[in-house]
């Protein structure tokens, strides 16, 4: 490793130890909770279509399991290192712990390129690194999902050959399932729902009624889409989204002073958030430049597309009115901007809470599995709510007592819960 | 006078004249074809036909006299208003055809007759003489076989007697040949006879004997009187009468060969040439043993005629295409009496790879299924004659014209033919066509002779027009002729006439064939479409996996009309395959499959007759059940899972389906059908070749082939075997693929050891953001970005930049390079994240190995040249270490880099040299100089225009402190498109702002209407404008940091200098 260059795991230790400081663990913890408690690294030998046989290498790290079965990604990448797998695997193990769901953290992969493999090829990996692993993962150990350059499809092969292993049906062994296979209701709506739940809880907290507020949304994909719905729903008023569009290879805003229309949108919208710029306009809709959504006169930004997007720069053009960011995106706000928020007292829902109605739901898909009784949809945005809503009043109270910014009590809140079960497991 | 005005004298009188003319024609054609006809019959029926075409039928009589035989109309009588035409064979009178009109009528050309009435009478007649000469070799052979049962005694002797009456020369020659083969024989009378008529040609041979250089002296040919019977008086005594026969029979057919290969050697129109072919189908319904000599040659003088003279086709089609194949040709050929045109190369090029497919079908199975649609075929020359007919001839001059002229005339020109007669001959070919074709939808597509002869990629540049083809035949005729009128004129519409100028083609002559097709597809409510079309290579030179070989191919697959995929579109994606590895996709997350999955349908819409694009997912919901076998386009995308359906389990109204082609590729032999074609056609024609094919839902249809070097960019280049080591800069031996990259003036290079220092995920991030910028920045289409590893990784950006597609769209080339680390090399991405979007923005990718044994890398170029990155985008400086910007000019005073790519070779260099104005002769096209595309007047008088704005802007007026000149325009690089890219350093109110830009609009929109006269493309605008302030030219910010930049600066217009008026 050389020095000086960039480490996602070293990162990942240099944001744990700033937090571990805080909290004053003892060094046992700090030593546990800085590296996976086990690793595995394996070959997979595959026949290839032309008949030679390649070898590819499998890895799983499971960073914690103090609070439950860990719970994380596979990803096929042609250049995966173990770093970026363990500082995954950490990251999984905060993420489950700040909404309280009973999972640790793992992540893992295969070094490969789908681009250069063939469907029955990558069949073979999935079920390779399955037969490697058949022993150390499962319903009650270790649960994958998909990730990079993994499907719905790839989960399904590792289900079958882990079944096959084991002798019996084990739907819970693995999540991302397709509905009708072992996959939940809700998951789609899951994120943007969540993002409005923590959302709405802020907006309680400060005696706001959504009613009197508007927002202004990045991205109209997936998680805004829903986002928008259901803030619509509470009273709030979007009155501008952004989108990127392919065909000019840049972003626009729309605006629409007296609110959007989500469902005249999704009529002019592709499957990947894409908005007709010319169907748009004869709507009535204002066409600005894409970093336009971050100007507006609003009460709420909602960044809900890519990450650096509130920059030390673009900070500068947020309206004095602006009282809550909300982040659906990942990492869409840096280091220099959160300064800035800090200081302007901006309320911040931090990414990690606020979009982790996925992992939410894919723990209920596992929960539902294991007891092979699927809920209603209702049923599960309701479990949802629960969730969300408690996790953010519990990050929201220690930012209050602890006068933390959300963002480093949602880590607090998190590091805590871990190194609390390992204590009392006798761990450390 | 106007063509408007002339209309009233074309008076409906004259009209119904030409329409009973034109009805005559039909019916005696109609007649003559009739198989199996009566020869009395047909000319009693021809007597009541013809007067139909006259302008007063009910007084006209007709009369026909040959073979000492008289036909006469049901009143006739001889009169004074009279027109006669000989009937003719073959130069000899067989008789007459008159027409008479009964009484005085009113005068018009040639007394009471029409000019057009004449010209009539002499297409009878011609056709007259065909049918009755057709009708005398048949009776001759029809007659003999009849006889073959019998053996009547004597029989050969009544074969010789018709031949004596009615083809004297072939008679003679048949004697002649008795007299041979009886003194062969040692027939003592004829070897006398012999010996009287050839006394002095034996003195003459003893002669030559002593002295060779002594010519032979000359004879007649032709025997003494009464010789003839003497001949065949001792033949009927010696020979055996069976024998006789067949030996007659035998000579007969011989000779009909060396009149055909006569034919077609002196070049005589092509009437002439396809009546020969009929007659030999006639004469060889069983294929008889006859010497091969004689057959190649005919062969090769056909497809010479019909097909091409290139030495290469030639060589190929003989050895696939057989003389009778050419009767079939013919039957589907429309051509005048005096054509001596070709099919052209699309035709062509269609004809011969069906032959080869078709001989080839036995041995696989996947090829026998594959058909080719009914077409029909006008000759090239028929294009002159068609301008003729019409006094248009002076539009062949249009190319001599200047450009801007050719274009303002061109919808001219398109409507004066399109207005224009069509000869009776082509009317009357096209109407057979429409009557097999029925109302089928067709395509209309030009088959030029540049094509074929050059090989220069002129497809796309003349027109194809699709019909529905509905309504009544008048209805259905009138659209095709008016297609055909169009395609034609397209020969003289701008763009060839440009791109000929360019290549120095322009005195080539113009002809140009036609190929009406069927259009493969079944209809769905209003519209006609195939299922699924496209286009395959043979050669894969868009590889997107190392594991892909370029011998693995490529198949462009869309939904629909195949206009999609032979075209590159910029909103929408085709599917991207490799036969050769049809498990290897370009996509493999459901996100990027959905993502680049096409969006849209090309189709015809029968009931309004238009060519539309529409909505996949629109027309799957309304027709996906109609459509066969759409279930095998499809896959079901749900919450991000894509699935291929079960069977035929589609439910088209409810799911969301993106087209992946899956249930085609998994489910079906349709990648073997077509890796079949294009590895037997590329066996067969001997070079790589592309293909057009669509499906109907059963069967696969070919719709065209070519050379694949027809396509410019497939073209590999010439490699120089002595490049001088300081001028070579880097070299690739891996994954080469095949083409040019001419004139690189600025290289972004990230040093891979630097950018792998950097210790931030911000600091990473950023140097994607910088290329970013660069990309808006330098100049367009003439940097190339070289980084290390992956472009466009996302998550672990180390491995390689992180950019989007936005971020590179302008470079020409994204090169990525693999250094060793310790003892691996790492995988490149082969672009593949953005792979569909670099395809079809044609920005082509290439790998470097510069670990490989015998790779050269001159990193030292890459890193000691002076780096402008810091000059060109001052706000991100800090990254100059990382980021180096190479002015390729200005490192190595005035040179360029050039990047040649040779797919044969499997190797690549880049190498600097002068910029070009001229290209070097490609190997793959060596009669073919290329002009580098960029006309120099496209920038000169773009920046006469800039400093002409310059100079006319009333500083005070406009608050405008100084103009400047940046961009293709400066770098005089601009081409058809370009726009002008202004700096304008502004200080004044924004009241003047706004005028300024009224100001300046006008001048843009005024010369984006010049733009389109000379160039064809409209913008909406010329003028690219940014306003600057002061403070931005301190703060060297966005675009101002162009005024005195290092590289590509901006230059200052100087202003107001008056040139007033």
Known sequence: MSSGSFNPFDMAQAQFDKVADYLELDSASRELLRNPLREYSFSIPVRMDDGAVKVFRGFRVQHNDSRGPCKGGIRFHPQETVDTVRALSMWMTWKCAVVDIPLGGGKGGVICDPHNLSAREQEQICRGWVRQLARNVGPVQDVPAPDVMTSAQHMLWMLDEYEHIHGGKYPGFITGKPLGSGGSLGRTEATGYGVVYTLREALKGMGIDPKDTCASVQGFGNVAQYAIRLYHELGGKVICVSSWDQNDQTSYAFKKADGVDVDALLGVTDRFGGIDKARVKDMGYEILDGDAWIEQDVDILIPAALENQITGDTVQKMSKRVKIVCEGANGPTTPAADKVLEERGVFNIPDFLANAGGVTCSYFEQVQCNMNYFWEHEEVMQKLDNKMTAAFHAVHNLAKKRKLYMRDAAYVIAIDRVAKACRDRGWA | MSFHEELPLLSTDLLRARAQQLNCLYAVEELFNLPGNDEARVIRRLIELVPQGWRFPEHCRVRIAFDRQVFLSPDFGESAWVMTE??????????????????????????????????????????????????????????????????????????????????????????????????????KDAQELLHDTSLEQRTDVEDTLKDPNRPYLSRSNELPPGMDDRILEIAGDTMDQEDLLKKIRKWIREDKLSFQVQILNRNLPLSEVGEAVRRYYNLMPDKMDLNLPAIKGITVSLIRRFLSDQLHYINVAKRHVHVGDFSELLRRLVFSTQSHGKLGGKSAGLYLASQILAKKAEQNAHIGRVKVPRTWHITSDMLLHFMHFNDLDEIVEQKYKPISQVRFEYPHVVQSFKNATFPPETIQGLSMALDELGGHPLIVRSSSLLEDSLGAAFSGKYKSLFLANQGSKKQRLSALLDAVAEVYAS??????????????????GEEMGIMIQ????????????????????SRNEFRWSPRIKREDGLVRLVPGLGTRAVDRLSDDYPILLAPGQPGLRVNVTPQDIARYSPQKIDVINMRKNTFETVGIRQLLREFGYQIPRASQLVSIYQDGHIRKPQGAMVDFDEDDLVVTFEGLITNTPFIEQVQAMLSVLEEELETPVDIEFAHDGKDLYLLQCRPQSYDESAIPAEIPTDIP?????????????????????????????????????????????????????????????????????????????????????????LIEVARKKGNYVPDLSFGTHFFQDLVEAQIRYLPLYPDDKGAVFNEAFFTDSPNVFADVVPELASLAETVRVIDVARATGGQVLKIL??????????????????????????????????????WRWRLLMAEQIAARMDADELGVKAVYLFGSVKN??????????????????????????????????????????????????????????????????????????????????????????
């Open chain 2, 86 to 187: 000989k009937v003719r064979s073959k130069g000899r009178a067989l008789g007459t055809i008159s027409v008479y009109y009964a009484r005085e009528l009113p005068l018009a050309d040639e007394g009471p007759f029409l000019d057009s009435e004449v010209r009539l009478l002499k297409i009878v007649a011609k056709r007259l003489g065909h049918f009755l000469e057709y009708n005398r070799m048949q009776e001759i052979f029809t007659g003999e076989r009849a006889e073959q049962a019998e053996y009547g005694a004597g029989e050969w002797k009544t074969i010789l007697e018709v031949l004596r009456n009615t083809n004297r020369n072939l008679y003679l020659r048949i004697v002649n040949h008795l007299l041979y083969h009886l003194c062969w024989n040692g027939e």
């Open chain 2, 491 to 508: 020969t003289f519409g701008p763009d060839p006439i440009e791109y000929r100028a360019e290549r120095g083609l322009l005195d080539y």
């Open chain 2, 518 to 537: 069927e259009v493969v597809g079944t209809r769905v409510g209003d519209y006609f479409l195939p299922t699924f079309a496209g286009v395959a290579f």
């Open chain 2, 725 to 813: 080591d300081e001028d070579l800069l880097f070299s690739a031996n891996r994954y080469v693929s095949n083409g040019r990259i001419p004139d690189v003036t600025h290289i972004v290079y990230i040093d891979p050891e630097a950018y792998a220092r950097l210790s931030t995920r911000e600091d990473l991030l950023a140097v994607g953001q910088a290329v970013g910028r660069l990309n808006q920045i330098l100049p367009k289409r003439q940097f190339v970005l070289m980084g290390p590893g992956r472009w466009g990784s996302r998550g672990d950006i180390k491995l390689g930049v992180n950019v989007t597609y936005s971020h590179i769209n302008n470079t020409s080339m």
């Open chain 2, 901 to 938: 790519m040779n797919a044969e070779l499997d190797r690549a260099v880049g190498v600097l040299g002068e910029p070009s104005t001229v290209t070097e002769r490609s190997s793959a096209q060596p009669r073919v100089v290329h002009h580098e595309r960029r006309a120099d007047n496209f």
């Open chain 2, 972 to 1061: 005089a690089t601009a081409h058809a498109q370009s726009d002008i890219n202004l700096l304008v350093n502004f200080s004044g109110t924004p009241e003047q702002l706004m005028k300024l830009h009224q100001w300046l609009k006008g001048w843009s929109l005024c010369l984006d209407e010049l733009n389109k006269l000379r160039t064809g493309y409209r913008s909406g605008g010329l003028l690219d404008v940014h306003i600057i302030s002061d403070d931005d030219i301190a703060a060297r910010t966005g675009y101002a940091a162009k005024i005195g930049a290092a590289t590509d600066a901006a230059r200052e217009l100087p202003m107001g200098s008056g040139r007033d008026r």
